[in-house]
């Protein structure tokens, strides 16, 4: 297909969609859909609703997610960074919503959802993934200029920054961060010289000091962390619940369905903590199966994006490290090597959000580790790599 970008003539090529990239999530998705089945039917008969509730409702969102998925993998690369300022901009806008009085739906004191009636969204999902492509776009846009000055980087940069702290002020620190984490990923895959990054390190790490030192919330978090018995009743409970539910699944786990903790010992369990349920019952084997899966999809893409030096390898690698970092912190969680965080996990939390974000950056994640890159066309001096090698 022939498209314009930047007044150039493009081709869009691509060698098609890995098939085994998509298998491998498709298996993680079905593995999260029956793991949340198993480990929510208790509670939702607790809070009076079908022992299917959570999990038909994130079948739904499945099918949905399926369909996003299916679209962000196949829309041409070149059309998607035609647009690239729109969408920027109006993700922000959305990402402002929840602060708004009226607009944002509070819970726990923590104000980072839109009620929809039919689903409740978390605009800072979406940001995510749309703050890579971003940066991704452009970066492989100025990297003639990054060559010579870090100058292009302010803007970006400032963006960034407007992004994270909205999330912030939302009372997402952890989101915040792992969003800024992303960006910096992004900086790296470019070859940003390392100048920049000392600098924004130190900005960017008495800052997040800062805001956990003032945050009573967030000191106690940390401290029930370092101190399990500090908050028995409160999140240290959870957490030790979820380390005993763990450790109880052996090596084969009781059987799908047949867990016994998450009734008790692991409040909604549906939600970030949901992979202590799935251990419990599927063992060592179970969780095996799962890092065994997560760590193909990593291979898979960093091969096809290691020696890229252009749009899709940025974003490639921007994704990746998303979808990865969400995963592990959430596990680190469960598993009491962290303080806990709000976290969901990528295919297993209940929630149309986080599972549609989580199609969103797959499909793009599968689209960008399957384009070739855009090969530019001229009269004067035939056909030239932009940002790369060119593929016959």
């Given at each position: ?34 793991a949340l089945w198993s480990a929510s039917s208790g509670y939702a008969l607790s809070i ?49 919503l929840p602060l708004i009085p009226g607009v944002g739906d509070n819970r726990n ?284």
């Open positions: 297909m022939r498209t314009e970008y930047e007044g150039t003539a493009l081709h869009d090529s691509g060698d098609g969609l890995d098939i085994s990239l998509v298998a491998a999530l498709g298996a993680l998705a079905l593995i999260g859909l029956a009076g609703k079908s022992p299917h509730y959570f999990a038909l409702r994130q079948l739904a969102f499945l099918a949905l997610s399926a369909g996003l998925f299916a679209i962000a993998a196949t829309i041409p690369l070149s059309s998607l960074r035609k647009a690239m300022g729109v969408i920027t901009i109006g993700a922000l806008v959305f990402l402002a004191g923590a104000t980072r959802w839109i009620d929809l009636g039919f689903i409740t969204i978390q605009p800072s999902e979406i940001w995510k993934t749309v703050m890579v492509l971003y940066l991704a776009h452009i970066l492989d846009k100025r990297k003639d200029e990054l060559r010579k000055s870090e100058a292009p980087l302010v803007a970006p940069s400032l963006l960034v920054l407007a992004g994270c702290g909205l999330i912030f002020f939302q009372n997402d620190f952890s989101t915040s961060l792992l969003t800024a984490l992303a960006a910096i990923i992004v900086y790296f895959a470019a070859k940003v010289r390392i100048r920049f990054f000392v600098a924004v390190a130190s900005i960017v790490a008495p800052l997040a000091c800062l805001m956990v030192v003032t945050s009573e919330y967030r000191l106690e978090r940390i401290i029930g962390f370092l101190v399990p018995g500090y908050d028995p009743h409160g999140m240290s409970y959870q957490v030790q619940g979820s380390v005993k539910a763990i450790g109880s699944g052996g090596l084969f786990g009781k059987g799908l369905g047949l867990g016994t903790r998450k009734l008790a010992s692991i409040p909604e369990v549906q939600s970030d903590f949901v992979f202590a349920a799935f251990a419990e019952e599927t063992g060592f084997l179970g969780v095996l199966v799962v890092f065994a899966l997560w760590a193909f999809v990593a291979i898979r893409v960093y091969k096809a994006a290691r020696d890229r030096d252009d749009f899709a390898g940025y974003a490639s690698f921007g994704l990746l490290f998303l979808l990865c970092m969400q995963f592990l912190t959430n596990v680190a969680v469960v598993s009491g090597f962290v303080p806990a965080t709000g976290v969901a996990l990528p295919f297993f939390s209940a929630g149309g959000s986080s599972l549609l974000a989580t199609a969103l950056a797959c499909g793009l994640l599968c689209n960008a580790s399957a384009a070739k890159g855009f090969v530019p066309v001229t009269s004067e001096s035939g056909v030239r790599p932009i940002g790369g090698v060119v593929h016959g």
